[in-house]
């Protein structure tokens, strides 16, 4: 299978709802399925509740870039972490995942490029990783058939070899399948509505199917995260873009890792192929929450404006879309009315691609385009995410805004959000991902 996952497939994990749990995750999307892992892992009974279909949105439709390289200074240690995960997980799984450790490159086009890559490379040096700044030429000969006449320039290169790939819809769901192995229960088409607060904390949560007791709760929703909390009076400033990917037919091997400048990003799949996308383009749909949450994202937004186009109404279904209900208490919610968001691809943003990609390859010419598809990031105002215990509602823990670096600090994020609910400790600085940083607001 070499493409996202759809509502259209048929469920896979179709467990019995029980009564009663140690703990329910909200979400079946890489973060919400490691925590599960990490969860059993550490002898609880668990509940894994997905509205639609395990990887269903972003984590099978992300470029599959398993990357330390770029990382936020606080993201690093826990990426570094995750690099470790990659490498047992398949064995642990008991299924090819897709993970090779062939390395990331990022191309400088320009002086600020190049400076962007220097600044990272005295972060990774604190971290004992193996990146390095390459030269124009190096750049071109780790790029076999690669034009000297780079488009829009050529300035060098940011390499870190022990970085990887894998594939986000094979990775995923065989997680959630080595899950429900270790007992967790896996529901797909199973939405949770709300959570059921007693005495001033969580209790459970109420789904379409039934009532779960439980203790403690953790919402890894992506995109819905803020929908979700907002039901529950709690809001946080988070927005969701969309990014646009195809996959090519099988293609000759220019570079076995994952490669991206300003313009076009292109990573080596097993099929023989390649994913692509734009290097940096992303379009947002304006709806209540980007207007109520303007001001808090101008700053970025200002940094390239042209790299994020507006587009002047969410389509019906949407997470923020002008339609979408903000309230519904314990009834019919709007997960159930959109099961897996499917966003329409961008193929003017994949011609660019096309296009890129010929004058970097001039021997390759126009990459052909076998499918398309886009995805929704869920991101916030400094592109770091929550992850934190949601202290006006005890019981719950949030882990949502991964702002599109979640497919590959997965397996770590989960190991943290695990022991955040237990109370284990969690070995890394999470002061920069709290929520207390947006203000902590409530409606």
Known sequence: MGFPITAGMPAGFTGALPA????????????????????AKRGLQVVLCEKGRVAGEQSSRNWGWVRQQGRDAAELPIMIEASGMWESLAEEAGADLGFRRTGVLYVANTDKDRADHEAFLELAKGHQLDTRLLSPAEVLEMLPGASAN???????????????????????????????????????????????IAAGRVAGVVTEKGRVACDAVVLAG?????????????????????????????????????????HFAFRRRLDGGYSIAHGDYQELYVGPDAVRNFFAYLPEYLKNPFATPLRPAAPRGFPDAWGTPRRWGDGASPFEATRVLDPRPSMKSLASVQASFAEAFPGLGRPKIATAWAGMIDTMPDVVPIVDHVAVLPGLTLATGMSGHGFGIGPAMGRVVADLVTGHPVGHDLTRFRMARFGGRAD
């Open 150 to 196: 780079w488009p829009r320039g050529l300035k060098g290169g940011l390499f870190t070899a022990s970085d990887g790939r894998a594939e986000p819809w094979v990775a995923v769901p065989a997680l959630a399948r080595a899950v429900e192995r270790m007992g967790v229960t896996v529901i797909e088409d199973c939405a949770v509505r709300s959570l059921d």
């Open 222 to 262: 992506g995109a819905w995260s803020s929908m979700f909390l907002r039901n529950h009076g709690v809001a946080i400033p988070q927005l969701s873009v969309i990014s646009t990917v195809a996959q090519t037919v099988p293609m000759p091997e220019i570079f076995p890792g994952c490669a991206v400048d300003g």
């Open 20 to 39: 009663r749990a140690d703990a329910v995750v909200i979400g079946g999307g890489v973060i919400g399925v490691m925590t599960a892992w990490h969860l």
